[in-house]
């Protein structure tokens, strides 16, 4: 046998899919979805990539168990870095398989499907091979309760208004694409919050062909559901940041979705205050340090989610925070003032003084505060 033939004889032949899966707390699922894959995909060149966020109850430990034992079962661990689609976009860029699929770890997503998506795919006949709970035959009654019934069929109904193409579920964390679409599509990746199909769609260069493959969504089996406000609002900015193709920071657009709730959450509790008696430059300060307060806590949790500050820093950055929106309410004053002077009219004085605030406020949080 020829030198080359014996090095060939030795070499195992590479994955055909990578199922990317993106884990965070998820030790309870890892070994019922590898063996779930293995009677799913048998008869396939398969491999597993767990990407994980440094999980404190040990996936990576978990996974990198199995993985000793077999060699289709893969573990990143990412550390001081969090979020389902960055996680994900990292898990397929890894990938050297012709086609890579993405689906949940809690067993939520039904892998008996994985074989039509992969088909699909494989085929020509898509780009993008979806598992979607709303079309004939889908099913959607693992999620948890009307509440986030109530939550994913709004999100579906913002997507829709902005894709290219009409999906009956675009919020499906379920689908299959090649790996070298996924690869040419990445760097216009906004890679925030959970909705990385969503952001494929948005960000390609050239449409893509979808096709909708009907699947259930069974309840999560260990462990709970990371969905919070947080991810809520990372959604709308990723919308945000894709209307407004790039012209507008994203980290901008999500301190300004911010900024609107502190000047709701300042009027509500100056009513608050006001009926209890207080006279209305009281219930004005109070309504102000309580906005900053809830400004600086979703900032620091949300806008900033990535740089987030924690213990004595953060009680330095509150205070910091403070200060710089004080200086921006008193630009915000002055302005206005200015505006109104000149032509008298009250609503583009006010927007005016909004502005030089929110920008101001703007570009000292991200360079004293939130330091990159
Ligand atoms: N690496 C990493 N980092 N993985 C994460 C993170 C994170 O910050 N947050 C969530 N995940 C993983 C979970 O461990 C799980 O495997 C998967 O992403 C989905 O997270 P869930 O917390 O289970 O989300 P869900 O049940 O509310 O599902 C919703 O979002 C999914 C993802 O888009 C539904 O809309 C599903 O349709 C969708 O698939
Ligand atoms: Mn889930």
């Not at 060939?8 to 707390?25: F, H, K, L, M, R």
């Not at 990407?51 to 573990?75: E, F, K, L, W, Y």
């Not at 004005?284 to 900053?292: L, N, P, W, Y």
């Not at 302005?335 to 109104?340: C, I, L, R, S, T």
């Amino acid at each position: 046998m020829t030198e080359a033939a014996v090095i060939t004889a030795d070499v195992q032949a590479g994955p055909e899919i990578s199922v990317i899966v993106p884990c965070y707390n998820e030790v309870g699922n890892v070994g019922a979805l590898v063996a779930a894959l293995e009677r799913a995909l048998a008869g396939r060149r398969w491999e597993v990539i767990f990407v994980d966020d440094n999980s404190p109850d040990g996936t990576t430990a978990a996974v990198r168990a199995i993985a000793q034992r077999d060699s289709r079962v893969r573990g990143l661990c990412r550390i001081g870095r969090r979020g389902l689609s960055s996680a994900v976009i990292e898990g397929a860029l890894s990938s050297s398989a012709q086609v890579v699929a993405v689906m949940d770890g809690d067993m939520q997503h039904d892998e008996s499907r994985l074989g039509a998506l992969v088909d699909a795919v494989q085929s020509g006949a898509c780009d993008v091979a979806v598992g979607s709970r709303h079309v004939e035959g889908g099913d959607n009654s693992g999620l948890a309760n009307a509440w986030r019934h109530a939550l994913s069929d709004g999100g579906i109904k913002l997507a829709q208004l902005i894709l290219p193409v009409r999906l009956g579920d675009p919020m499906s964390g379920f689908f299959a694409l090649r790996q070298d679409t996924f690869a040419r599509i990445a760097p216009h990746l906004s890679g925030t919050g959970f909705k990385i199909l969503v952001d494929l769609l948005l960000s390609s260069p050239q449409p893509l062909r979808v096709q909708e493959i009907a699947c259930g969504f069974r309840e999560r089996l260990a462990g709970e559901s990371k969905l919070d406000a947080v991810v809520m609002l990372q959604f709308v900015a990723l919308l945000l940041d894709k209307v407004c193709r790039g012209w507008l920071p994203l980290r901008f657009v999500a301190f300004a979705l911010v900024g609107l709730i502190g000047i709701g959450t300042n009027l509500l509790v100056m009513q608050a205050v006001k009926a209890l008696g207080a006279d209305f430059s009281m219930a004005q300060g109070i309504g102000t340090v309580v906005a900053m307060i809830v400004n600086f806590q979703l900032d620091n949790n949300f806008t900033y989610r990535d740089r987030r500050l924690r213990g004595v820093r953060c009680l330095w950055g509150l205070l910091l925070f403070m200060l710089v929106c004080s200086v921006g309410a008193l630009a915000n004053v002055g302005v206005a003032d200015m505006v109104y002077n000149q032509n008298r009219e009250f609503n583009e004085a006010s927007v005016a003084g909004a502005l030089i605030a929110v920008v101001w406020n703007y570009a000292m949080s991200a360079t004293i505060i939130w330091r990159p």
